[in-house]
């Protein structure tokens, strides 16, 4: 049965205080409005910059960028009972038994977090699920394992709205269906430079997906010689309208396919789901338009 914390003596409050970690004092007194309900107050340092946790001589740390991401890396001075946020946080080269000496007073709020070269498993999600609240945009980048799953990483993390998925080769070939139960949620869903996770998506799986998000939802993908593309191209063609060359932002539901083959880079086209009334009008392949206007003029 809840129990109203304000209710609570001066003396229990103040220890309540002394149990909590530094994050739950602070959310505690965000969701109050008045930091009496666990006093004193917490206080946040703010630090201008991002902030990294990965492994130094074998042991987890804390650094920050000051100037080059490689080379100009610094402790980060964190102060006991103090709460610390930043511009980003990064989780670089760990598995999940690394997250144990995670610092409590770490605060991971409304920002973007990046993961570079993890482990992603589902007891990684749960041992950081704690330091992070209501951040909607997540960046992944070299997976170490194939342990990644999106229901695994949907049902951690529901305020999930934008995610990006860059040089990583265990994204899960059930991608769409594991996603269609959340569906609504997402805004955002890039794929850059993914290894073949595409190969068993069929047309009809990419229009189910699509149809069941939310309007403006817009899927990235990053394509490069792979030969099941063509298929999977030519049936997009007959069921979406499309634009060419066209990577700005749409307020209706669409995938953006950038090409960056050695035969056209850098060309980019947007599928979208077709507006009330509005007609899908076939377009010719080139190579056809080619041999047509050949027999209209013989020198073309």
């Known amino acids: 049965m809840p129990y109203p914390i304000a209710n609570l003596a001066y ?3 103040c220890r309540l205080h002394d149990l909590a970690a530094p994050r739950e004092r602070y959310d505690l007194q965000i969701a109050a409005g008045n930091p009496s309900i ?3 107050i917490e206080t946040v340092t703010n630090f201008d910059h991002e902030i990294q946790f990965r492994l130094r001589g074998g042991d987890p740390v804390y650094v920050y960028n000051r100037a080059d991401y490689y080379t100009d890396l610094v402790g980060l001075p964190l102060i006991k009972g103090k709460l610390a946020r930043g511009t980003e946080f990064i989780f670089q080269d760990l598995y999940s038994e690394d997250l144990n000496s995670l610092r409590k007073n770490i605060l991971i709020y409304r920002n973007k977090i990046r993961f570079d070269s993890c482990d ?3 007891d990684f999600f749960k041992k950081i699920r704690p330091f992070i609240s209501d951040c909607t945009t ?12 999106f229901i695994d990483l949907m049902t951690n993390f529901p305020e999930l709205e934008n995610i990006t998925f860059f040089l990583t080769h265990h994204i899960p070939r059930t991608w769409s269906t594991d996603l269609l139960p959340f569906s609504g949620r997402l805004t955002f869903l890039k794929f850059d430079c993914w290894n073949y996770f595409l190969e068993t998506t069929t047309c009809d799986q990419l229009v189910t997906f699509l149809k069941a998000q939310k309007p403006g939802f817009r899927l990235q993908v ?4 792979d030969p099941y593309f063509v298929k999977l191209i030519k049936g997009l063609n007959k069921r979406f309208p499309y634009k060419t060359n066209d990577a700005e932002p749409m307020d209706v539901t669409s995938i953006l396919i950038t090409d960056y083959s050695e035969d056209n880079p850098n060309s980019s086209r947007v599928y979208y789901l077709p507006q009330e009334g509005e007609a899908i009008v ?8 080619r041999k047509f206007l050949r027999r209209i003029f013989p020198s073309f």
């Open 11 to 13: 003396g229990l409050r």
């Open 282 to 289: 076939p377009r010719a392949p080139r190579e056809n338009l």
């Open 222 to 225: 990053t394509r490069s010689n």
């Open 38 to 40: 666990c006093p004193p």
């Open 138 to 149: 997540f960046v992944f980048c070299r997976m170490l394992t194939n342990d990644f799953s």
């Open 120 to 122: 992603f498993s589902n």
